[in-house]
């Protein structure tokens, strides 16, 4: 007996599951916050070089005579319209004099129009230390990359719930003690940590939700993104309101703090519990959820008598033990890979919307949700693989599109914008595909390794990204502009029609062990599908000829 059919006897998705998996998406809303907080902690206002000698210059004009003085010291950027931000005019001598000789300047102002205060003003990470930000940016990328692996593993060692609690309370102490923090070294530390905690609690819940739900509900995994749109904005509102930074750090820190309740409220998952053999404790918490769905299980399932465990000593790095699987493996690293390469590389070689910042932030995630909308529609009817395909050809179809407003005519900036949003369309659907794909194709003791595995190519392509787009500083023409472009756009055209070679998993049962996982999708032979399939029919059929049934299941 495997696990999915004592799912189908408990409720695909009871409410005992509703209550878990609201449990688990809630979790998304903090996790939101902290990962895309950067965009407005380390945002860079306008800015200027200080009046040397004047204590209380501001970026505004103070009037008449502070305009006067401010043509006198700083230098006019003619070609920019804009006052030098990095140099100031020397002094002649020992005359009060301005002269035509410059130095760099070791005092800014900054514009109080859009933030009070960003990380960036307050250390100035500008001008020579600009690339501090760019580090402090690689913190929070390189702190996801480290806790996908590492909690991952932990997750699928330990428990989920463990990793849950761990990853609450890390995020909710780095992300409260970052808001106190006024040096830069510590800051970029905490960045790490939060963003570690964070990423493997974001996954954790995912993987411990999904493993809750049967077969035929499992592409309401898409949900879980939602509640991420949530946070996103929320944070947009709470961002336009709390324009200091630390304060903004602060009061988003806090919802961790009421998550520290789950330890309580969320139970383990019965599937992991299985799979490590401790089958009373999944016995109890089966029981439980039944009562709760008010259904009455079966003495073999209450009791979980025959159910299939031997998987204890199987690890994530056994899934490179098979030449389908390998292949399989590297299908899917690819896709995590170029998604996130395509979603953070059309923001940055295209460009960001023009318009207002928070206007800019909202849309972006009003298109995410229409993505993931769209994945909880046609999730079922197309499949997971040609919804995946489909969703990387657009991005890259769209990301190479941009090439013709660019090149041809720089007048068509909605064409850009309209194609920019396309492209984070697709690449956002294709991510929340690629989620559930993985999770349904990686067994269920290595499940949350794979998928912790898989997020940390993700975040390779994340890192990778702003050095393609750099790309255009090392040459000159118009392929500075069109080279970027190409990588960004083939790549997702490439990983679009790779993925065609995964197995469709709509509606099929998880596997649970790496022979499982072997014989995944494969029809022509008495494997996995065959064995789930005869359970299955037994159940709804009693006198059903074993032999009809092989016959039936392999045709």
């Avoid at 207002?356 to 849309?363: G, V, W």
Wanted: net charge neutral; proline share 3%; with cysteine.
């Amino acid at each position: 007996m495997k696990f999915d059919d004592v799912i189908h006897e408990l409720g695909d998705f009871g409410s005992y599951q509703k209550r878990m998996f609201l449990l688990t998406c809630l979790v998304s809303v903090p996790t939101s916050f902290h990962i895309l907080m950067s965009v407005f902690v380390l945002a860079v206002p306008d800015h200027r070089c200080a009046i040397p000698e004047l204590d209380n210059d501001t970026y505004a004009s103070q009037g008449p005579w502070h305009a006067d003085l401010i043509n006198q010291s700083i230098p006019w950027l003619s070609q920019k319209n804009m006052y030098s931000q990095c140099e100031v005019f020397v002094k002649n001598g020992t005359q009060r004099d301005w002269g035509n000789m410059t130095r760099k300047c070791d005092k800014w102002v900054y514009s109080k129009e859009i933030f009070t205060s960003t990380f960036v003003t307050e250390v100035d990470m500008v001008c020579d230390h600009i690339h501090y930000r760019t580090y402090a940016s690689m913190a929070v990328m390189a702190g996801m990359t480290v806790g996908s692996v590492l909690l991952g593993s932990l997750a699928d060692l330990i428990g989920r719930k463990k990793v849950l609690l761990l990853g609450t309370v890390g995020q909710f102490t780095c992300g409260l003690t970052t808001g106190f923090i006024r040096s830069y070294i510590p800051f970029i530390i905490l960045k790490f940590l939060t963003t570690f905690f964070g990423i493997g609690l974001y996954l954790t819940s995912y993987v411990i939700g999904m493993e809750l739900i049967g077969p035929a509900k499992r592409k309401y995994g898409i949900v879980k993104e939602f509640f991420w749109c949530l946070g996103h904005f929320l944070l947009t509102g709470f961002a336009f309101v709390l324009r200091d930074w630390s304060l903004l750090q602060i009061v988003l820190s806090i919802p961790n703090f009421l998550m520290i309740s789950y330890f309580l409220l969320l139970n383990e998952s019965s599937r992991w519990l299985v799979s490590k053999n401790r089958l009373k404790e999944a016995s109890e918490i089966l029981q439980v959820a039944a009562k709760i769905n008010q259904v009455v299980l079966s003495d073999d399932v209450a009791n979980l008598k025959n159910i299939e465990s031997n998987a204890n000593n199987e690890k994530v790095w056994h899934m490179m033990t098979n030449c389908r699987l390998i292949i399989r493996c590297l299908v899917i690293f690819v896709n995590w890979l170029v998604a996130s390469l395509v979603f953070y590389g059309l923001n940055l070689n295209v460009g960001n919307l023009s318009g207002d910042l928070y206007l800019n932030f909202f849309l972006s995630g009003l298109v995410e949700v229409v993505s993931y909308a769209s994945c909880l529609i046609f999730l079922d009817k197309a499949g997971r693989k040609l919804l995946q395909c489909f969703f990387m050809l657009t991005a890259g179809v769209a990301c190479v599109s941009t090439l013709y407003p660019v090149l041809f005519n720089t007048d068509l900036s909605w064409l850009t914008i309209v194609l920019c949003l396309i492209g984070k369309f697709g690449a956002s659907a294709a991510f929340a595909v690629i989620y559930i794909y993985t999770v349904e194709l990686f067994p269920t003791v290595m499940r949350n390794s794979g998928l912790g595995a898989s997020s940390l190519v993700a975040n390779i392509g994340g890192v990778f990204a702003p050095y393609i787009a750099d790309i255009g500083q090392m040459i000159s023409g118009d392929m500075a502009v069109v080279l970027p472009l190409l990588i960004f756009g083939g790549a997702s055209i490439f990983a679009g029609l790779l993925a065609l070679l995964l197995p469709e998993t709509a509606n099929q049962k998880l596997p649970d062990t790496v022979e499982d996982a072997k014989n995944f999708g494969r029809k022509n032979i008495i494997g996995f599908e065959l064995h789930n399939m005869t359970l299955t029919s037994e159940k709804t059929n009693n006198s059903l000829d074993s032999t009809t049934l092989t016959k039936e299941t392999l045709h």
